[in-house]
């Protein structure tokens, strides 16, 4: 691995360093760590069950305990495989049994998401030194949030909370795990739509703002309701007032319903799976479900053998 990088990247040939980095401050041997430890930090460890080199090492942990005479000890991973199987088959259900939604369908709750990553508006780039730009990085780039956009609107996720799994992309970077810009990404969890009327005025508080705003401006409220010119709002004008001021009231209300609202997801309603993914979700799905038979298979071998 480090030769072949060595010859991608020769600047970071030849420093003699222990900690190899470049001028930046960039420590390699620090990005490959993070590297090593998304899966689990960030993916949880029911996806590090899911993985093939999970597998192969849970195969040699059983046979290792046969060999040395450890046979009780296989009730131990045996019934760790059956807390994975069940998991990892409820991941494989929520995947297939969860309609896709359209942002511009309005749809409101536990949702599946499908579209391009991007990064927020006004944000040109995000990552490292020498790395193809990001929207999320193990270790550097994890919490900051960034933008799915499926064609018919954009969500902006907030991945602190999120279960993460990602494939390598398609660059030069082959074993770099992260989330690029245009990549597709999938995603399960509980979907807002904030507006600016999310938090509800009653019909008082309107027109007590709004008379307020004209009482700082007494000439032009004369000129308005003054009717008989004599220089003071009488009790009928500031009933006239009130009426004008409830009909702007009700207008600003409309006017602010219409206005696109903000769609977020953050987070997942308590036992439910926040997932963010650049795996597509039927790939995911017949992993998840090939996991969960090998964990099965490997919970009832174990109990033969025990």
């Given amino acids: 691995m480090w030769t072949w990088l060595r010859i991608l990247l020769p600047e970071l040939d030849g420093t003699g360093s222990p900690a190899l980095g470049d001028g930046g401050g960039l420590n390699w041997y620090q990005v490959m760590d993070h590297q090593r430890m998304a899966v689990l930090r960030k993916g949880g460890l029911m ?3 899911a993985t093939l080199s999970f597998a192969v090492l849970w195969v040699l942990l059983a046979i290792w305990l046969m060999v040395t005479g450890k046979q009780a000890w296989l009730l131990l991973p045996a019934s760790l495989s059956l807390l994975f ?11 297939v049994d969860t309609p896709t939604s359209r942002l511009s369908s309005g749809a409101q709750g536990y949702v599946e998401l499908k579209g391009v990553a991007a990064l927020p508006v006004g944000e040109a780039s995000r990552g490292l030194p020498h ?5 999320w990085l193990p270790g550097y780039i994890e919490d900051a949030p960034f933008i799915l956009d499926d064609g018919h609107g954009q969500c902006l996720l907030y991945p602190r909370h999120a279960e993460i799994v990602t494939r ?7 074993w770099l795990s992260a989330i690029y810009p245009g990549q597709t990404l999938y995603v399960l969890g509980e979907l807002q739509t904030l507006r600016q009327t999310d938090r509800q005025l009653s019909q008082r508080e309107r027109i007590s703002s709004i008379l307020a705003e004209w009482k700082r401006n007494p000439a032009q409220l004369l000129r308005s309701f003054d009717a008989n010119g004599n ?38 309603s308590a036992g439910q799976l926040f997932l963010i993914t650049n795996i597509l979700p039927e790939d995911l799905a017949y992993q998840y479900r090939l996991a969960a038979w090998f964990h099965v298979v490997y919970w009832l071998g174990l109990l033969a053998l025990a």
């Fill in 47 to 49: 996806n590090l069950a």
């Fill in 85 to 95: 199987a069940l998991g990892l088959f409820r991941r494989y259900r929520l995947i």
């Fill in 131 to 135: 790395l193809p730009p990001t929207v």
């Fill in 168 to 174: 390598p992309g398609k660059t030069h970077f082959s």
């Fill in 231 to 268: 220089g003071c709002i009488e009790p009928d004008e500031w009933e006239k007032a009130r009426e004008v001021a409830a009909q702007w009231a009700a207008e600003d209300e409309h006017e602010q319903q219409r206005m696109p609202g903000t769609h977020v997801m953050d987070d997942a």
